[in-house]
């Protein structure tokens, strides 16, 4: 089959780089002339917890010629749209998108091409963009921590779908999710807490796990993101081997304590990650709030859940992203009234 990564970010970076080094055979498509020279150039390079460089092919959207049959979306959300239906013309007649975006993207997406050529990863990892063709390894880079939750929106062709998991699973374990929604659940949940803060303080996942002010607001909306899931009908999966909602969820004071300690120890493998909304901030472009945090709100009104604390993360990114706020854990007051 014919595949390709769509998206030289962040995450593109990395994935390409290990796919190419176990000797895959795929294109990086992107839309940035930058990104495809240096990628051609120079190869895909991994820096922070790993440290290797790699030649892969890379071409630009507007010039690939090429069908395929799996393509990988490693884009922003933001104008998903648009971008779905630039890749459905490359896309073979039965050719699928597999997205490993942040939130919920597959609906969008499915609207699209169909929710049979829909397919989604949770991504359990991360990594911060350097340069064109250069991102950092945040994660640790052992197999359990580069993880996939792997999953079908529609009834998907099963030989795409076991091809994508042998693919994926060059880099990293792969776990095919019958409960898909559960597993994109709990990566919301991660994202909402840890990126989520990591933007409204301007730090990395640990250093907001690490101070006791922001891991308040931390613990409350991962409370938030349970509550909202269980009024949903959606049962939160495990990830990397640990049950979130048996670790972090919480009615009596006594786990609520226990939930509060454990939060260092439950990011402690990606606690050098700073939050690709953050990256986004500071480079003066919007972020993906609306789709993390904000799709937490959105479920909590369709349900009836209060979702306070998600709610002004939102508020403090939005105003943040119109100057006037900056990123800095003096956010934390914002937040005062809401305990």
């Known amino acids: 089959m014919e595949y390709a990564i769509y998206g030289a970010g962040s995450l593109g970076i990395v994935l390409a780089a290990y796919l ?40 630009l959207d507007t010039d690939t010629t090429k069908k395929y049959d799996i393509v990988f979306l490693l884009t922003k959300q933001l104008g998903n749209r648009e971008t ?9 007649e039965d050719g699928v998108i597999c997205t ?27 990594a911060t963009r350097l340069d064109a063709g250069v991102s950092e390894l945040t994660s640790e880079p052992e197999k359990e921590s580069l993880s996939f939750g792997l999953g079908s929106y529609g009834n998907g062709d099963k030989a795409k779908l076991d091809e994508i998991a042998r693919i994926l699973g060059v880099m990293g374990h792969v776990d095919i999710e019958d409960n898909f ?3 994109r659940w709990v990566k919301l949940l991660i994202n909402s807490a840890f990126s989520g803060m990591s933007a409204v303080c301007g730090d990395t996942f640990g250093a907001v796990a690490e101070n006791k002010e922001s891991r308040k607001v931390v613990q409350r909306v991962i409370k938030e993101c349970i509550d909202v899931a269980n009024a949903a009908g959606i049962k939160i999966e495990p990830i990397q081997g640990k049950d979130v909602v048996k670790l972090l969820d919480y009615k009596g004071a006594l786990k609520k304590k226990i939930s509060f300690m454990i939060i260092p120890l439950a990011i402690k493998k990606h606690r050098l990650l700073k939050a690709s909304m953050l990256q986004d901030i500071e480079k003066g472009v919007p972020c993906e709030i609306d789709s993390i945090n ?9 349900y009836g859940v209060a979702t306070p604390f998600n709610d002004k993360v939102v508020d403090i990114i939005h105003s ?6 900056k990123p800095s854990f003096d956010n934390i007051a914002q937040f005062a009234d809401l305990f």
């Open 100 to 126: 490993l975006q942040n939130g919920l993207p597959e609906q969008e997406i499915a609207e699209i091409i169909g929710a049979d050529r829909t397919f989604g990863a949770a991504v359990g990892w991360g």
């Open 20 to 59: 190419a080094k176990n000797g895959e055979r795929f294109d990086v498509v992107d839309r940035n002339p930058r990104s495809v020279k240096a990628l051609n150039e120079n190869g895909a390079i991994v820096r922070g917890k790993a440290d290797f460089c790699q030649k892969v092919n890379a071409v």
């Open 320 to 325: 943040i992203e119109k100057g006037e706020d």
């Open 294 to 302: 904000g799709i937490v709100c959105g479920f909590g009104k369709k």
């Open 84 to 92: 779905v239906l630039k890749i459905s013309k490359f896309l073979s």
């Open 181 to 183: 929604i559960g597993a």
